[in-house]
């Protein structure tokens, strides 16, 4: 019997080794476990050869592409597919997202690089080197495929760590990483995504041509763009990359890696291309109560007592502050505070969840709370299906004091979801500008303020800020207070024709 | 509103299928060989595991579970070879999934080390290799490329194939005494 060494072995795996020299190593297999297994190392490491090469980050492959004499240069916009004769796609799953009915035909584009070979119903056979196939709820995308969302589409994909990738309309999306690896990672070559990473599956790490973000069990979004302005200068046009972080810590690098920050829950960091990443607002004040005691008040609050408390969130192994349904006395409404009565220019955000009666119920921020004078409010009122900005004005003992309502907006939404509620206050010359928006917990955040009104009394100018409910069930968590950071000059010069 | 027991379903097979997947992976191509069907059985698995995961008892080991499967999958993928010589026997290839599950801690810990060595080959290495496991250049192509002969080529490739190995092989050695 022939003893077959590597070179055969490797030929074999290639599809070199002439068909009667199969049937005889066929035959030697069956009765030789260490050249089974010998085979099978080699076949794992050809198999994991090309992806470990795919995974070298887009530096290195600048840098070998830099080497090569035929002078092709690797960008992370272009990256091949590590095996161009194989069909279909294998990064992650991509579902049609829910709540979008016009997308009923087709949620994403997906642009595959290399000549593939079809087969799926919905695939068509192009000879063309690059293709563009319309994905639908549970295909399959596989590292090297670009995942495009049209205006007014958006998708959702899972990678295999547990990621949840949410594309939001016009994103263009690359899976660099093969799926089956523990550091997940993707390029944003444009748009916004809303990333939900699980803790204990590894890393994972979003690209773009500003820079990268680097997290472990979080949730925040990214968002690549052009900046504007540049292109008509005939420069370059550089890509700046903001990210938002909603939950847990985040790392943000410039492409080069060669500056970083950690960017904490709340807070917004900018990198424009070929700069360093900055801080663009900066939390003043976060408290997830995962410190407190349940059932006790939160240490860091001024609370009502026995209204207010920890608890847990259902089931879930999350603990948030609760506003426990009081039945005797509704339609009246309590609120806890924190912070300084120094704070000004701010702005206050939260999650809230109403669980009681809907004719009741009502969920609220308040900002620039001085005892003496009153505050703002940016609430949502489920009874009414209404957002609204108002002012709260304290009176004397006797009179009491009155609620001025500012502006308002229908708005509704299902009882028992997570929504998130955002104030923003700016003081200026005319008076305090009060901005206000609300979305849902799994929907990225709204570019545009959904609400807004100027305040030209001035009698309101700081002061604490808290959250409101009515005297019905209702779950408060994440709530941060945050402020613009002044002083990166630069960094501003470099928004300021953008926005 | 997604179904929470389908969402915890979808974590447990994502968790459990990252770590078998290198051994899934070996398996399909020692027994596809150089075909090109070796990602399609791949993905044939995946959509079989996806499918058939609410039936898995975690009581159990989840690589016996899905090596059953992938099994299952290269058995088909050989019957539709039946004609061809080039390809193993259905016995070889029950036995190489007996192989597979024995090794496959063995297989997951050379894949992780790939990465490591793969960093200190020479960026000459490391471009050759790009070119053909990466670009999925031909060695001919590779070759007029660098502007070297097919041999030249074909003898840097198995070069540094065994540079990644002996590599791979010392890190395992020193695993195992670090761990004695």
């Known amino acids: 019997m022939k003893n077959f060494n590597d070179t055969d072995l490797a030929n074999y795996l290639e599809g070199a080794l002439p068909a009667d020299e199969i049937g005889r190593l066929d035959e030697t297999l069956k009765h030789d476990p260490q050249l089974r297994k010998n085979l099978l190392v080699l076949a794992g490491f050809e198999a994991e050869l090309p992806i470990a090469l795919q995974e070298m980050s887009p530096g290195e492959l600048q840098s070998l592409s830099e080497e090569s004499p035929a002078g092709r240069k690797l960008t992370p916009r272009v990256v091949s597919a590590p095996h161009p004769r194989s069909s279909r796609i294998m990064f992650g799953r991509v579902i049609r997202y829910a709540g979008w009915p016009a997308l009923a035909a087709a949620a994403a584009l997906i642009i595959g690089i290399g000549l593939f070979r079809f087969s799926g119903p919905l695939i068509q056979r192009l000879t063309s080197p690059i293709m563009r196939i319309a994905l639908?709820?549970?295909?399959?995308?596989?590292?090297?495929?670009?995942?495009?969302?049209?205006?007014?589409?958006?998708?959702?994909?899972?990678?295999?760590?547990?990621?949840?990738?949410?594309?939001?309309?016009?994103?263009?999306?690359?899976?660099?990483?093969?799926?089956?690896?523990?550091?997940?990672?993707?390029?944003?070559a444009k748009g916004e995504i809303l990333n939900n990473t699980?803790?204990?599956?590894?890393?994972?790490?979003?690209?773009?041509?500003?820079?990268?973000?680097?997290?472990?069990?979080?949730?925040?979004?990214?968002?690549?763009?052009?900046?504007?302005?540049?292109?008509?200068?005939?420069?370059?046009?550089?890509?700046?990359?903001?990210?938002?972080?909603?939950?847990?810590?985040?790392?943000?690098?410039?492409?080069?890696?060669?500056?970083?920050?950690?960017?904490?829950?709340?807070?917004?960091?900018?990198?424009?291309?070929?700069?360093?990443?900055?801080?663009?607002?900066?939390?003043?004040?976060?408290?997830?109560?995962?410190?407190?005691?349940?059932?006790?008040?939160?240490?860091?609050?001024?609370?009502?007592?026995?209204?207010?408390?920890?608890?847990?969130?259902?089931?879930?192994?999350?603990?948030?502050?609760?506003?426990?349904?009081?039945?005797?006395?509704?339609?009246?409404?309590s609120f806890c505070l924190t912070g300084n009565s120094?704070?000004?220019?701010?702005?206050?955000?939260?999650?809230?969840?109403?669980?009681?009666d809907e004719k009741h119920l009502m969920a609220a921020v308040i900002a620039y709370d001085r005892k003496d004078k009153g505050f703002y409010i940016f609430s949502h009122d489920a009874s009414t299906e209404e957002i609204v900005l108002k002012k709260y004005r304290a009176g004397s003992q006797k009179s009491g004091g009155d609620y001025v309502v500012l502006s308002c907006r229908p708005h509704r939404a299902s009882n028992g979801q997570w929504q998130i509620l955002k104030?923003?206050?700016?003081?200026?010359?005319?008076?305090?500008?009060?901005?206000?928006?609300?979305?849902?917990?799994?929907?990225?955040?709204?570019?545009?303020?959904?609400?807004?009104?100027?305040?030209?009394?001035?009698?309101?100018?700081?002061?604490?800020?808290?959250?409101?409910?009515?005297?019905?069930?209702?779950?408060?968590?994440?709530?941060?207070?945050?402020?613009?950071?002044?002083?990166?000059?630069?960094?501003?010069?470099?928004?300021?024709?953008?926005? | 509103m997604e179904n929470p027991s389908k969402n915890s379903m979808n974590?447990?097979?994502?968790?459990?299928?990252?770590?078998?997947?290198?051994?899934?992976?070996?398996?399909?191509?020692?027994?596809?060989?150089?075909?090109?069907?070796?990602?399609?059985?791949?993905?044939?698995?995946?959509?079989?595991?996806?499918?058939?995961?609410?039936?898995?008892?975690?009581?159990?080991p989840f690589r016996a579970w899905v090596m059953g499967i992938a099994r299952m999958q290269v058995?088909?993928?050989?019957?539709?070879?039946?004609r061809s010589r080039e390809v193993l026997s259905p016995e070889t290839i029950e036995l190489f999934a007996e192989t597979a599950m024995e090794h496959g801690d063995e297989l997951d810990f050379r894949r992780q080390h790939l990465r490591e060595c793969l960093s200190r080959i020479p960026a000459l290495g490391r471009q050759i290799m790009r070119l053909k496991y990466f670009d999925g250049l031909t060695i001919a192509t590779i070759g007029l490329q660098m502007k070297k002969s097919t041999a030249a080529i074909e003898m840097a490739l198995v070069r540094f194939r065994r540079f990644l190995r002996a590599c791979i092989e010392k890190q395992l050695v020193e695993e195992r005494l670090s761990t004695s």
């Open chain 1, 136 to 188: 639908i709820e549970g295909d399959y995308v596989r590292s090297g495929n670009r995942i495009q969302t049209p205006a007014r589409s958006r998708a959702i994909v899972y990678l295999k760590n547990a990621t949840e990738i949410k594309m939001a309309e016009n994103t263009t999306l690359e899976a660099l990483m093969p799926w089956n690896n523990a550091r997940q990672t993707v390029f944003l």
């Open chain 1, 198 to 333: 699980a803790k204990g599956n590894g890393a994972f790490v979003v690209r773009t041509g500003a820079g990268s973000v680097r997290v472990t069990g979080t949730r925040f979004s990214v968002r690549a763009e052009s900046l504007a302005g540049e292109r008509m200068k005939g420069s370059k046009e550089r890509t700046v990359m903001t990210v938002k972080v909603l939950e847990g810590q985040v790392k943000v690098e410039d492409v080069a890696a060669t500056a970083s920050i950690m960017v904490n829950c709340g807070e917004e960091a900018k990198v424009v291309e070929d700069s360093q990443p900055g801080k663009t607002i900066k939390t003043l004040f976060y408290d997830d109560f995962e410190e407190d005691e349940i059932g006790k008040v939160p240490q860091r609050w001024q609370l009502a007592p026995k209204l207010w408390a920890v608890r847990m969130d259902g089931n879930m192994d999350n603990k948030v502050l609760a506003m426990v349904a009081n039945k005797q006395i509704r339609n009246i409404a």
């Open chain 1, 342 to 356: 120094g704070w000004s220019n701010y702005s206050v955000q939260c999650r809230a969840k109403m669980l009681g």
């Open chain 1, 423 to 499: 104030l923003g206050l700016t003081n200026t010359p005319e008076g305090i500008l009060l901005r206000g928006k609300i979305w849902q917990e799994n929907e990225s955040e709204p570019k545009e303020w959904t609400i807004e009104a100027h305040d030209k009394e001035n009698s309101l100018s700081g002061g604490e800020c808290g959250v409101m409910s009515s005297m019905e069930t209702t779950y408060f968590d994440d709530f941060c207070v945050s402020t613009t950071v002044s002083g990166n000059d630069d960094l501003a010069d470099s928004f300021k024709e953008r926005d």
């Open chain 2, 11 to 60: 974590e447990t097979l994502l968790r459990h299928y990252v770590n078998e997947d290198a051994v899934v992976r070996a398996y399909v191509r020692s027994c596809t060989m150089g075909h090109r069907e070796t990602d399609d059985v791949l993905q044939e698995i995946w959509k079989v595991v996806c499918v058939k995961i609410g039936q898995y008892d975690e009581s159990r």
């Open chain 2, 75 to 82: 058995l088909k993928w050989r019957q539709t070879q039946a």
